[in-house]
Each structure stands twice: as C-alpha cells, then as structure tokens.
C-alpha cells in the first residue's frame, strides 16, 4: 500500500465517552496484580554535554541533563528509573524565560518533589501513581519555576525518570516476563506486536552539514525526519524551511545516484508546533510538490502551535500529533480534528500516558511510531521495545523509531557502556534498521535490567 492510498483509506470511528473510561479503569482494577508500594527513594544525575548546539523549537540546546530516579519497595526490590531532561521540549517559554541550566535545575527539583511524595504511598500500578503525581506536580512547578503558565508537558518530561523506576519495581515485583505482560490487561491490545525489525527515522537538525546526511545514505537509512520550524518570525521560518529542504532532497538525490542506489527513500517533517496557520503549511507542502520531495513524504509531526485548531484532514498528507497531546481527551480531539498518525514519547511524557493514548490510537486504526528525544542508550530501549510491540507502521511495514544520541552526544560511546546489555545485536542500528530477536523480547530490552553503572552512581552496591 502506497502513502496516498494509505491516507485515503483511513476511516475513523470515534469512542471517546466516559462509560469507555470507566469500563477500562474498572477493568484496570480486575486484573491488578501486586501492589506497588514505596518506602525509600533517591535521586541523581549527570550532565552530558552535545557535540553541536540542536535546535528545534526555534531554539538551540547544548546540554542534555540524566535525571535517575530509585525507587525501593518492602521486599527489598528496587526500581532504578532514567529520564532525560529537555526544558525546551517540555516548554519552551520556561526554556527562553532563563539559562539553559537554572532551567534543569528547575525540572530536576520537580522530579526529587515527586520522590519524595511517593514515599510510604502504595498503588495498584505506575499509572495510578503518576495520575495522582500529575497535578500534584503542576503546583509544585509553578512554586519552583515562579511560572503560573507552566505547561504540563514540562511536568511529564520531569516524570519520566520516576515513572520508569516505578514500572521497574512493578515488573520485579510481579516477576513479569515480558512487556505485554507488564501492561495492565485493559491497555495490553495496543501491543500485542513483536516486530522483527524497527527502523530509524535519521533526525537532520537544522544545521546539521550535509556530509552528514550524505554518510546516512551510505549508510543504508532510509527514512530522514527533518527538523522544520526554523528560528525566526512567520515567514522567515518558512522559507528557511523550503531552502533547508531543497539543500537536504538534491543532497540525498545527489548521493543515490552517485552510489547508483534505488531504494525507496521516505521523509519526515517536525515542526515541534512552530506553524501558526494552516496555509504557511500548505505553502511548504506545495514547495515539496515543486522540487519532487512531496512523494516521499511519510508524514508530517506536529505543524501547529497549540492555539491552532484547523482540520488537517484536506492536507494532501497524513499530519501526526505529538507535543500537543497530553491527556486522552486531547488524542481524541485532534482525531476530530483530522489527524491519523499518534508519535508516542514514552521517553518524554511516562510510559502511563503513552499506553493510555497507544489504547486510543489502536481502537480507532490510528498508527503510531515512537519518537525520541536525544536520549541515552537505556532510555533508547524503552522507545524500541513501544515500537517493536506496536502495529507494523504503514508502507514501510516495520516498527518505527526515532534515535538520535549517537549523532548528538559528545560521549555516546561512554554512556552506551552503562546500558546493562552493551553488546547485544539488538543495540545497533543495521542498514537504517533495528534487527529484533527472540532475545531481545526475552530480555525486554534490558528496561527490568539494572545497569551496574547506576546502582553505583546511586550507591546501592
């Protein structure tokens, strides 16, 4: 099935009423297994620097901070939890409102807050616990960042660590043995799927040279996300857009012919919500169709800020939701509204709000991929074991992620030691490819595994 007829054929039948909420939280209850109490737990991180500033968001990152989250339960089983912090992701007037460090400074002391509140609480599962941690958190935010406009996305990214870590005393607790199992039973239909093969969405920065993007090729990727919304007002960004793309769609042509190579090459946008209407997108759209990229567009991310409610169901391509969906009311309005393509961001919103919406998403024949957030080799596992239990995307047939550390940190290859599976085939990439085996499933990839690096960072061994 080719893009145009995939987009053709989507038809949405939406279920969004409270008796389905309540059949799944009852549901969620039926089929509880232990309880998940905490009685102790810990913080830390560590601070790695990027090899170039990355930009997205109209803004330039330099510095991505590790927050590690440990969590201890009666039995003496422990859950060790990572997150990477990315203010600029999570809100990007917090992220202009002050330097790059007060800033994760501020979405780590939101993480320790919510440790803290967690002790001597118990909870059927993670999800119960970060439903309650959730507003709790907002409050505690707007005190220590001084912002009464604080956006919640900023509150999930600084969940992330915490959430992880109790998801990791849960499975031990409840000795699970495979991811399915993990999920509670209400939301485990969205990931019945063990894909034998994930493939790579090679991110180009804005400023990534394009040797880089020309070694990609050669390296056998073959769907590249581009980063669109460029700094600058209204029109400047657009056209900074068009231009980026040309340099970027006769530099990938270019390479292909000069290797003599055909194989079918996909793109994809992110705007990270920089578009302000509809039409500047259409625009854009119209510019692929001038230079021949338009057909190799397999979607486009998250176009519109926040405030913009236009249908995009007459947009000549599939538009995805990412940031702006961060409830399950808000997935099922941007159904209405048109989109047909979820990016989950477990590694930037919770495991527990990912598998709310991936439940959404499967029910109404919505597809999904997973997207990163310049993450570290541990955090990269709980992206790829998403993507390899979902539906197949459509027309590359395959699981779907993003991965983007590799090109991005100044250490890579020290903070892939710390993964508690360093060597295993699953880790890399192969020809533009995860190739997933029975023991990458066996294991989970290693996301119930604790790396011998953080159990001394936290000084448990």
């Not at 232990?34 to 930009?55: M, S």
């Not at 993480?111 to 609480?121: D, F, G, P, R, V």
């Not at 992620?401 to 903070?415: A, I, L, P, R, S």
Request: with cysteine.
């Amino acid at each position: 099935m080719n893009r145009r007829q995939f987009i053709g054929n989507c038809s949405l039948l939406l279920a969004a009423t409270q008796a389905n909420s309540l059949k799944a939280s009852n549901n969620l209850k039926k089929t509880m297994m232990n309880q998940l109490k905490v009685i102790h737990t810990r913080a830390a991180v560590e601070k790695e620097k990027l090899r170039f500033p990355f930009g997205f968001k109209g803004a330039f990152l330099t510095e991505l901070w590790q927050a590690i989250a440990y969590v201890k339960g009666p039995s003496g089983n422990y859950g060790i939890g990572l997150g990477t912090q990315s203010v600029l992701y999570g809100d990007a007037d917090t992220f202009a409102a002050t330097d790059e460090s007060t800033g994760n400074s501020w979405m780590l002391d939101v993480s320790k807050a919510a440790l803290q509140w967690l002790e001597n609480k118990s909870f059927p599962c993670p999800l119960e616990a970060t439903e309650q941690l959730v507003p709790y958190l907002l409050e505690e935010g707007k005190k220590i960042t001084k912002r009464d406009n604080l956006h919640v996305n900023f509150i999930y990214n600084a969940l992330v660590a915490v959430d992880n870590a109790l998801w990791m005393l849960y499975g031990k607790t409840n000795k699970v043995e495979s991811f399915q199992q993990m999920i509670p039973e209400a939301y485990r239909p969205a990931f019945q799927n063990k894909n034998k093969q994930v493939a790579v969405m090679f991110q180009i920065s804005y400023s990534m040279p394009l040797e880089d993007i020309a070694a990609a090729v050669d390296q056998g990727y073959f769907v590249f996300k581009i980063k669109t919304g460029s700094p600058g007002d209204q029109q400047t960004m657009l056209q900074q857009d068009k231009d980026r793309l040309k340099e970027i769609h006769d530099c990938i042509n270019e390479r292909l012919t000069a290797r003599g190579i055909d194989q079918s090459i996909y793109y994809t946008m992110d705007a990270n919500g920089r578009y302000e209407r509809k039409a500047d997108l259409q625009n854009y759209l119209d510019y692929a169709k001038k230079i021949g990229a338009f057909e190799r567009i397999l979607l486009y991310e998250e176009p519109f800020v926040e405030a913009n409610q236009e249908r995009v169901d007459d947009l000549p391509v599939l538009i995805g939701a990412d940031e702006s969906i961060h409830s399950e009311a808000d997935a099922y309005k941007k159904i209405e509204l048109g989109y047909k393509a979820f990016i989950l961001k477990g590694i930037a919103k919770t495991l527990s709000l990912t598998i709310k919406i991936a439940k959404i998403a499967h029910e109404n024949n919505i597809p999904c991929l997973c997207s990163d957030l310049t993450v570290n080799p541990v955090l990269m596992e709980w992206n790829k074991i998403i993507a390899a239990s979902l539906s197949p995307f459509p027309v590359v047939n395959m699981g779907l992620m993003e991965t983007n550390g590799d090109m991005n940190y100044v250490k890579w290859q020290e903070m892939k030691l710390r993964h508690p599976f360093p060597n295993a085939s699953w880790t890399k990439v192969q020809n533009g490819t995860f190739h997933l085996n029975d023991d990458f499933f066996e294991k989970m990839g290693g996301i119930l595994t604790t790396s011998p690096h953080y159990q001394k960072l936290l000084q448990i061994i």
